[in-house]
């Protein structure tokens, strides 16, 4: 060991901010790659001061001892038969998170190598390198880890190709995550990436996951993402310090708003793969709470601490939109999903047996009247042998800012909004579409940021999309036949409960 | 007899209908790049926002391109488990390095002399590693395919590991010699004021702001890194060891094992771009026929510092250092 401790001589290596002599500092940092957002010259960011610290050589001990352990579970639980014996409706689980984090991970290594090199002081964009390279280390292991399963498990190919296509989900996970980090500047980036999303949602994905994994018996994945976390948690704190320049300089108005729009995006992907996968995938026995409770515990505490820390305020939709959204938005997510379960990559799992209803209801009190009474009608189709009447003939409104199938029909239905109908705005000549309140907010914020991107249900109206049909649009997102989800469980659940067909004539 | 087909190697679809099974290394790293020539543009954002104006300017609108990168593979063949677990085994050595030179007493046996060339010569080198840092990570995140972006990224990481090394160094040579040594003003002093410090401030300062993905590798692994290497991971050592500095010596050696790595997938590189389209030779030439020779004029600057030490070595000796490193480079990647 050596014997200075790294106190003693880390400051050498991270105070390397100079002024520029030979081209300009807009030259060198220019806005599109690193916003100033009038915090300049660059001598007012050199203060930035992460509040975690770790040199080359702890780094390199320290992950070196992560890897060799992550993927010696990975090789024993492959020579065993544990991926097999999994609940299906877990395995749907893992298979909609691969395809939405591993490669949108691995491009985050983008977002950190951009702060690594446009970051406005060294200390920054020394984090931001260690960031880049854990980026890495995520992309590589959650590709890995499903490219074991291949043969096990033809579907862990969404892994490594989700964000190649152009089904709905992967537009929506694009849409998002170049917003936040691969198209943002590298002070936005600081803000949405690090402080918004890895210090708040990655926790909840990660860790809340994670206690599901171990719970279902999912060793491999529960090692797997558990690692993960402790690396985000690291290099997520590049936030912080930038938040505390914005407001020391008078500009907490504008972390503030980089905060609202991202904590927004965040909370809708969330909802969609995480709200799916803990109240409705992941098997009754091992649920440990909800993903209320878990949003609650990990996700509304920690931003009102950190709101009130670095003065700043909860989100202006935080009580009108956000919270009420807690308890219907991402059910009616679900019911879509199931509905239109040929344009997904997983095989969805409807999770409403009788006493998995029982759990709803107790964990969102009225959930059989305001959800369950579609699944009423949904089983009764099954059990009548009509499954026809349970897959979609059409698509469904999908919102121009986070690209997520439109329902305010079902918040509505559910007592929890206004009005059935989608929020609109003529921008420029066009109509764009919005789910939310918010999702339009963002989007008045920065027009010039979105305008020009069209949704799926755009391609399609624009006849982009041969033959416009079901099966054409099918086949544009890239969903074979045999990808296309179906019922996790066959229907069991709609059975469950009464006697099978045909018994009460023996 | 019954004959039983060949089972196919079972891979990432998008690998295609493969012979071979890809190797893990390939699995991990193949076409990650989505966005790489994706239409209407690479982000999933209004096409004309800035950054999708700056890729498709930058990366897909850059002169050096050929028509499928995803052949490319670092020689190295790095993954980031074996990146991590590669260096993890050299940073032991460097810990027993410094462990058994700080025992020994090896800096507060210093001479003056030294301790005053070690202040001019090593001290503000943080300075320029940084700015090679934050290059190639500029590189990493604007090439075309993962292949190149994991060698730019792992690169830029060894660049801080030489760096912080010197850093920790540099602290030890002050305990024993003096506080001032260790101070932010002793390298960042002369790297903003010295007159031989500017060359290289320039050539560097300049580069930073060459933003075609393409002139960015060029610049920084065909002209700056060559040349700053030799200058540092050679010239350093063998000044260091007429100096009897053998730890500073040995740990050049080292930190060339990290560039000997840059330098072969940097000339892997070129070589797979010629062989794809031989024009480009004319487009990487251009290049290093600009920034060549303002790298070695980097060198020429600091060259004389050699000349200072007690036992000297000949400024035009750390020049041609520099200048055959980059002649050595080129011909390896089948330029010059």
């Known amino acids: 060991m050596p014997k200075l401790r790294r106190s003693e001589w880390y400051d050498l290596a991270r105070d390397l901010n100079w002024n520029l002599s030979y081209v300009t500092e807009e030259e060198a940092f220019p806005e599109e790659m690193s916003n100033h957002y009038g915090i300049t010259p660059n001598e007012r960011w050199w203060g930035w001061d992460e509040p975690y610290k770790v040199s080359y050589r702890e780094y390199v001990h320290n992950q070196h001892g992560k890897d060799a352990a992550v993927y010696s579970v990975n090789s024993v639980v492959a020579r065993s038969r544990m991926f097999e014996e999994l609940d299906p409706g877990w395995k749907s689980a893992i298979i909609a998170h691969y395809g939405a984090i591993a490669l949108p991970e691995y491009i985050a290594g983008i977002g950190e190598s951009r702060m690594g090199r446009f970051g406005r002081a060294a200390a920054w964009r020394n984090m931001a390198l260690f960031g880049t390279l854990d980026e890495t280390r995520h992309g590589q292991i959650q590709t890995y880890f499903p490219y074991t399963l291949l043969d096990k498990e033809p579907r862990m190919d969404w892994a490594h190709k989700a964000l190649h296509t152009n089904e709905w989900g992967a537009i929506a996970a694009r849409h998002l995550f170049d917003d936040m980090f691969t198209a943002n500047d590298a002070v936005s980036t600081a803000i949405q990436l690090t402080f918004t999303f890895e210090t708040g949602f990655t926790n909840l994905q990660f860790l809340g996951m994670a206690a599901d994994a171990m719970e279902v018996g999912d060793l491999d994945f529960g090692a797997l993402i558990s690692s993960i976390q402790t690396d985000e948690s690291r290099h997520a704190q590049q936030g912080e310090p930038t938040v505390k320049i914005l407001v020391e300089n008078g500009r907490a108005d504008l972390a503030q708003k980089l905060v609202d729009h991202m904590f927004w995006r965040s909370w809708h992907i969330f909802a969609l793969l995480t709200g799916l996968s803990m109240d409705y995938y992941t098997p009754l026995e091992h649920r440990s709470h909800s993903f209320k409770e878990f949003m609650e515990e990990w996700i509304i505490k920690q931003f009102l601490d950190q709101f009130r820390d670095f003065g700043l305020e909860p989100s202006w939709y935080w009580d009108s939109h956000f919270v009420p959204e807690l308890d219907w938005y991402h059910h009616a997510l679900h019911l879509g999903v199931w509905f239109w379960r040929p344009t997904v990559w997983w095989n969805p799992d409807a999770g409403v047996s009788p006493a998995e209803r029982e759990w709803l209801e107790e964990k969102y009190p009225g959930w059989n009247d305001t959800f369950g009474v579609y699944w009423d009608t949904i089983a009764e189709n099954i059990r009548n042998g009509a499954e026809e009447k349970t897959l979609p003939e059409t698509f469904p409104i999908v919102c121009n800012m986070c690209q997520i199938p439109v329902v305010t029909p079902a918040g509505y239905r559910a007592g929890k909004l206004d009005s059935p109908l989608p929020h609109l705005l003529v921008h420029e000549g066009r109509q764009y579409v919005f789910c939310s309140e918010p999702c339009k907010w963002i989007f008045e914020q920065n027009p010039a940021r979105f305008a020009g991107h069209t949704s799926v249900v755009d391609r399609f109206l624009g006849g982009e999309i041969q033959p416009p049909t079901i099966p054409g649009a099918l086949a544009w997102m890239g969903l074979s036949p045999e990808e296309m989800g179906q019922d996790a469980t066959n229907y069991a659940w709609a059975h469950e409960g009464r006697e099978a067909p045909g018994a009460a004539a023996s | ?336």
């Open chain 2, 1 to 336: 007899m019954t004959t039983r087909a060949r089972k196919r190697p079972r891979t990432w679809s998008l690998l295609g209908d493969v012979r071979r099974k890809p190797s893990a290394y390939e699995a991990v790293t193949a076409k990650f790049h989505y966005h790489f020539r994706r239409s209407p543009a690479p982000w999933e954002l209004d096409p004309d926002m800035p950054m999708n104006r700056w890729y498709l300017t930058h990366r897909e609108g850059s002169p050096f391109n050929v028509d499928d990168w995803e052949g490319f593979r670092d020689p190295a063949k790095l993954t980031y488990k074996d990146y991590v677990t590669l260096q993890h085994e050299r940073e032991l050595y460097l810990d027993g390095l410094v462990d058994r030179f700080e025992e020994a007493g090896h800096a507060e046996g210093y001479p003056a002399g030294w301790v005053d060339t070690f202040r001019s010569l090593v001290v503000p080198l943080r300075f320029p590693m940084h700015v090679l840092q934050m290059a190639s990570l500029y590189v990493g995140q604007m090439a075309p395919s993962s292949f190149i972006t994991n060698c730019a990224h792992f690169q830029a990481a060894d660049e801080m590991r030489r760096l912080q090394r010197i850093a920790y160094w540099t602290k030890v040579v002050s305990n024993a010699h003096d506080d001032a040594i260790a101070t932010t003003e002793a390298a960042r002093g002369p790297w903003e004021d010295d007159a031989a410090w500017q060359p290289l401030r320039e050539t560097l300062e300049t580069m930073l702001v060459a933003y075609d993905w393409g002139e960015a590798f060029a610049a920084l692994n065909l002209a700056v890194k060559p040349a700053f290497d030799a200058m540092v991971n050679v010239g350093l050592r063998d000044l260091a060891r007429r100096n009897e500095d053998e730890f500073i010596a040995l740990a050049c050696e080292e930190f060339d094992r990290d560039a000997a790595r840059h330098r072969a997938w940097t000339a892997a590189l070129v070589r797979y771009a010629l062989e794809r389209d031989g024009g480009l030779a004319e487009v990487l030439e251009g290049w290093r026929g600009s920034w060549g020779p303002k790298a070695l004029a980097a060198v020429e600057g600091l060259a004389p510092l050699f000349e200072g030490a007690p036992e000297p070595l000949a400024a035009e000796e750390v020049v041609a250092l520099a200048r055959t490193a980059q002649e050595e480079l080129a011909g390896a990647a089948g330029l010059g």
